[in-house]
């Protein structure tokens, strides 16, 4: 019987082994299916969001083709720096025209290539639009600025060989536009022209295209102010026009430091009335702690006791008060609150104490008297003829 036991205990043993390993192979089929259920969700989610991006490309470049007339002209070219429209004398909208590699001519066609627009985008975000001096003036890759254009990309002379994505842009004509001075200095330099805005026209004219954030030189009486384009109209959502045989009439708004002299008076005056409230909301808080202090004074005052005829069970005591005043006083020392009546009274004559922490103390210190705390009537006997002193309770 003792055989048949341990056989049967040893196929349990067996039978369980064998369950365990079930269960452990079950559950790593479990998971292996969850890691692969993650993984292809995972690959389609990565597949969708590849489709939306190329369907949102396909999209953009059916708008922009529809925006340019059919043209979808885009590149990276690398920045170098052109004079070449100086260098030939031109003057009438010169100080935009850039040199394009011959692609571009080709991308766009006879019919366009002479009076074409580009958008520049720096890798800064900036942008600007440029017109075209010629193509294959400069080599495969590369687009030649004028430097006036380069600070409205935000770059510097040190940026040559920048990247800038170029793209064709068919813009509208302009019909007015907006200037913005940086300084003060620019105003008072036109306050003898007889008319600012001739000054501002003649100025863009040297230029074919204009961007809201391009800037702009102006020159008066031989000396240079800068301005920035702020506003363009009509304005197709992208913030340029072309300035090409076009009548342009051209605004002036206030300038930079105007603006910002308005913009700081305009917070000294908000700090100021933010002081002033808060100066009227602290003397709403004195007034109304002033009368929550009358309201516990009057309480206080309603509270105590009358002053008790001399008797076995009354003590007189002498109080010497913050206030200067020296006060005495009997009190009734059979009363559970004795020590209350005292510290009541020390506060309905000195108003400093109504809401402070104090002590009473004897002149040697010997005696001290605390707020809420109980004396016998022993004890209270010995305190009659004593004077107490008013010590803050730190």
């Not at 590849?50 to 002209?73: F, H, I, P, S």
């Not at 030189?217 to 913030?239: F, I, K, N, S």
């Not at 002033?290 to 003590?315: D, Q």
Request: glycine share 6%.
């Amino acid at each position: 019987m003792l055989f048949d036991r341990d056989a049967a205990s040893k196929l349990a043993r067996e039978h369980a082994s064998l369950d365990a390993t079930r269960r452990a192979r079950e559950r790593e089929r479990a998971r292996a299916s969850e890691i692969a259920a993650s993984a292809r969700a995972e690959r389609e989610r990565r597949e969708r969001a590849m489709q939306r991006e190329k369907r949102t490309q396909r999209e953009d470049a059916e708008r922009l083709a529809t925006l340019n007339e059919g043209v979808t002209y885009a590149s990276t070219l690398r920045v170098e720096i052109s004079d070449e429209a100086e260098r030939r004398g031109i003057r009438a909208r010169g100080d935009d025209k850039a040199r394009l590699p011959g692609g571009a001519a080709d991308a766009l066609g006879a019919g366009r290539s002479g009076r074409a627009h580009f958008r520049v985008e720096a890798s800064n975000g900036r942008t600007c639009h440029v017109g075209v001096l010629d193509y294959g003036g400069v080599s495969t890759g590369m687009i030649g600025i004028p430097r006036p254009m380069l600070r409205s990309l935000g770059l510097r002379e040190t940026d040559v060989g920048a990247e800038v994505r170029v793209t064709y842009a068919a813009l509208p004509s302009a019909t007015r536009m907006t200037l913005k001075p940086k300084t003060n200095e620019f105003a008072r330099a036109c306050e003898a022209e007889e008319n600012v805005r001739d000054i501002l026209e003649r100025t863009m004219m040297g230029r074919s295209a204009a961007t809201v954030g391009d800037e702009i030189e102006v020159t008066v009486r031989d000396a240079t102010y800068d301005l920035r384009v702020v506003r363009v109209e009509p304005d197709d959502g992208h913030g340029a026009v072309s300035l090409l045989e076009t009548d342009v009439e051209v605004d002036l708004e206030p300038s930079d430091e105007y603006d910002e002299f308005v913009s700081r008076e305009r917070r000294r005056k908000e700090e100021f009335e933010r002081a002033k409230e808060a100066l009227a909301e602290r003397e709403r808080e004195k007034e109304t702690e002033k009368l929550r202090a009358a309201e516990r004074r009057r309480a206080l005052l309603e509270s105590i006791v009358e002053e008790p005829p001399s008797g076995s069970s009354v003590v007189t005591l002498r109080l010497n008060l913050p206030n200067g005043a020296v006060k005495t006083r009997r009190f009734d020392r059979s009363r559970g609150c004795f020590v209350r009546d005292v510290f009541d009274y020390a506060r309905s004559v000195d108003d400093d104490l109504m809401d402070a922490r104090f002590i009473l103390t004897t002149r040697q210190g010997d005696v001290v008297l605390r707020d809420g705390e109980n004396v016998d009537a022993a004890d209270a006997a010995r305190l009659h003829a004593q004077t107490f002193f008013v010590r803050r309770d730190e």
